[in-house]
Structures are given as C-alpha cells and as structure tokens.
C-alpha cells in the first residue's frame, strides 16, 4: 500500500493549499483557529463569511457528485482538502451539520423539490443546520423519541423538546425526529421533519456548558410548524432516513481531526519539555504512547476509507469513533499532567480557560456524542464478535399490566 499522494492527489493538495494561502487574509486570517469545539461562538460573522467564500469559490461539498452542486471529488481528494484546511488552521466551519449530514441525506432520500430548495444554500452558506435528535429519554437509545407531530391540514404540528442540539441557537433549520404515529411503538411511526427554527413555536435555551460556553441546547418545540412536504422519505418511516443520517457521521473530516490532533500533542509535548516533566519516566512513557496510538489512529482511519465512496459502515465506523474519541480523551487527562498545578488555575477572570483546559474539558464530550463509548462496543460486539443482541427493556405500553420485571423482547 502506497499511502504517497498520486500525480492528481498531488496537484489536487498544491491547488487547495495555493487557495488557501491566497484567501485566508484579512479578517480570516485574523480568525484562524477561531471556533473549534468549547470556542464555537467565536468569530461567527467572520467565519459566515468565510463560509460563504468557500462555497462561492467550490471549496464547500466538495464529495456530492456534481449534479447536486458538489465536486464529485475523489476520498482521497477529500482527505487531502480536509488537512489542508487544518494545516492552514482556517476558521472552524459553520456548515458542518448541512455539509455532512443533512445535505447527503437528501441528496440519498430527498425528494426534487426538496434538494433544489435546501441544497444550494448548504452549498453556499446562506442557511445553517441543526440535528433535531437527542431528547431527555432518547439518547443513546434514539427508538425512545416522544417529540410528536401532527398533520393539521398543509402543514405539521410539532411539540416535544429535544436536548443537546448543537448550534441550535445559530440555525436557520433543524432536521428532526419525530412520532408521527403515537399507536406505533419504538423506531416504527417515526418520521424525519426539516423544521424551520424562526418561528413562535421553537424556543432555543442553550445549556452552559463546563467549557463555560454553549455548543449546545435545549429546543423546545411547542405547536411549531412545517410544510406537509418537508418529510424527507416517507412519513412513518423516518427510522430509516434517521440512520442514514448517523452513518454519514464522521469519516473524512477526522483526517483534517488528526492534523489538529498533532499539533495539539505537539503543544503538550513542548509544554513536557519546558516545564521538565518530560523527565518524569512515567509521563514520558505515556507521552509515547500517545503519539504512537495516534500514528495508528492516522493509518486506520486512511485504510477504514480505502475503497469507501461514501459513508463509512459499522464496525469500521464504530472502531474509529471508539477510538479517536478515547485518544483525544486521554490527551486531554495527559495534558492536564503534563501541566501539574498550573492545571487547575483559571487563565483570567472569572473563568477564562487556557487552550489546553478547553481541550481538556470538552474532550470528555467526545467519548459521548455520535454514540458513546458504550455504544460502539456493543455495536461491535453484536456485528463483529456475534454476541448474542443485548436484552431491550420492554417498551412500558407493551408490558402485560402485571409485569414484575424487564425482560428481553420476543
Ligand atoms: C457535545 C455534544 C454534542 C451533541 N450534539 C447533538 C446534536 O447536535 N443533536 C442531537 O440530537 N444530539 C446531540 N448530542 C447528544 C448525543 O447524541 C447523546 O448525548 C448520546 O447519544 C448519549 O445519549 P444520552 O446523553 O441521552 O445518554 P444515555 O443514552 O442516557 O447514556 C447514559 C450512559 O449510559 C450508557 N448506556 C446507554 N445505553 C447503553 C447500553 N445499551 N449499553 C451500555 N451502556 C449504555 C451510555 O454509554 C452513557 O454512558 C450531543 C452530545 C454531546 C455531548
């Protein structure tokens, strides 16, 4: 396996590094690096514009084939964009929700209408996205959705609240789960709603979070309405469009992840080196470990796409996550170590955190959201290891009056 770039690769990665040295200069320049994860409201207007200039120049979707707007460009080429990017440090993106979720799903499930009114605006940055997903008692256990719409004449009628909504407070849209039919239980009767945020009937309360800052929020949904036709697949079957959804979930971002993910361990290990706790044997054993897993996790990631046009599917998807979730998590504790006391003192008033506390604290969400830790395991247990599936609690209106406890399903 040669892992070098090919004559077109080559030209390909020269041509999106040229571009981006020309454009990230000015105020976008001045916003590199803004926005990463536990900074997300930084530079928000500078970066909607960088938003705007990548997709007025066709550096946005680069993997949707063509006739939906995109470059039909290669893996490898996305690869490629997406370190470069890193590489460059340009501003977080503000898209990524349109671009990497929504935008392939209509584009698989979408029906004409729907892609040619939602996806040029993906594309160019004029209208952001939410994951309408999560709710208090749906999590990880997603079939659990209680958030209903109703049919009332051209439109639904939806009311529920979702929780962890990232970005909700800076979206136009959110594509959202909900029951459409209250007499079917678990995954059945559900149907999959893009749903307009400016309106009476959304109310956005973003959570504070340990960062001190609000990635996500609560999303109340009260008598909020949608068009009839903004039903992506068919209603009542939304289970399945739902699940496409997640599998387009990652994949070649975490390539451009890991070049942010060198840099961070490199600070770490410049911080080892000035403060003397590089001479610590055990620091140092675990400096080394760190670097090594994230060489595999940079190899796995390359082969988990190898031959792949498109999403990456479990168990490889479920190996990556489990992974590079756990890798950053741990970097985030070594870093900690690394600094000793200073760790444990705020950068300024009243809770200014340095970049390393930041990593820190937001990487513990990282072993949580698309899927937990947990979650990949039994993923993989399940598919790859053929354990028998998990016993599923026994939905509480399917349970006999007297049931005394839970039991597997039939
Ligand atoms: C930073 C961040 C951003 C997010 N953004 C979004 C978003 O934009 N949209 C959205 O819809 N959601 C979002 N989420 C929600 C995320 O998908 C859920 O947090 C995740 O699915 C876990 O669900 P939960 O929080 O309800 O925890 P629970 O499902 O209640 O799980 C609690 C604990 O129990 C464990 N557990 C649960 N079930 C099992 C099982 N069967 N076997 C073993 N262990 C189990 C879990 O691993 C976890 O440790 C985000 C979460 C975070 C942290």
Not at 74 to 102: C, F, H, K
Not at 247 to 262: D, K, N, S
Not at 285 to 307: C, D, H, K, P
Request: contains cysteine; hydrophobic residues 40%; negative net charge.
């Amino acid at each position: 396996m040669d892992l070098r770039d090919s004559p077109e690769d080559a030209a390909f990665r020269s041509e999106a590094r040229s571009w981006l040295e020309e454009n990230l200069v000015g105020a976008f320049a001045e916003a590199r690096g803004l926005g990463r994860a536990g900074n997300e409201h930084e530079g928000r207007e500078t970066r909607i514009g960088w938003e705007r200039k990548l997709g007025a120049a066709g550096w946005t979707c680069l993997g949707w084939p063509k006739e939906s707007g995109g470059r039909g460009a290669t893996m490898s080429q996305q690869v490629i964009w997406n370190e470069e990017y890193s590489r460059a440090d340009a501003p977080a993106r503000v898209g990524v929700m349109g671009e990497g979720l929504i935008g392939p799903t209509l584009i698989a499930y979408g029906t004409e209408a729907q892609k040619e009114r939602f996806l040029d605006p993906i594309r160019k940055g004029t209208e952001l996205w939410c994951q309408g997903y999560s709710e208090p008692d749906a999590g990880s256990d997603l079939a659990n959705v209680q958030t209903k719409a109703v049919r009332d004449g051209d439109e639904w009628v939806i009311s529920g609240q979702k929780v962890w909504t990232s970005y909700a407070q800076w979206s136009d849209w959110c594509f959202v789960v909900a029951r459409t039919d209250p007499g079917q239980l678990r995954h059945k009767g559900l149907s999959y709603l893009l749903v307009p945020m400016d309106q009476a009937g959304v109310e956005v309360r973003p959570i504070r979070q340990i960062t001190g800052t609000a990635e996500f929020n609560e999303v109340f949904f009260d008598g909020a309405r949608t068009d009839a036709d903004l039903v992506v697949g068919q209603v009542n079957d939304g289970w399945r469009v739902a699940l496409a959804t997640l599998a387009f979930e990652r994949g070649v971002g975490l390539l451009g992840e890991i070049v942010h993910f060198h840099k961070q361990l490199d600070r770490v290990l410049d911080q080892a080196k000035r403060n003397g706790r590089s001479a610590d044997p055990v620091l140092r054993q675990r400096l080394a470990e760190s670097y090594v897993r994230l060489f595999i996790l940079r190899l796995n990631t390359l082969r988990s796409l190898t031959g792949v046009e498109g999403p990456v599917a479990p168990p490889e998807a479920s190996i990556s996550k489990l992974f590079w979730a756990s890798w950053h998590r741990d970097l985030g504790e070594l870093a900690m170590d690394v600094l000793g006391t200073e760790a444990l003192v705020a950068d300024g008033l009243p809770y200014q955190l340095s970049e390393t506390q930041r990593i820190f604290l937001f990487s513990r969400a990282d072993t949580i959201y698309g899927g937990s830790n947990e979650i990949q395991h039994n993923v993989i247990g399940e598919r790859v290891l053929g354990l028998p599936p998990e016993p599923k609690a026994v939905p509480v209106k399917a349970q006999p009056a007297k049931a005394a406890s839970v039991k597997a399903p039939a």
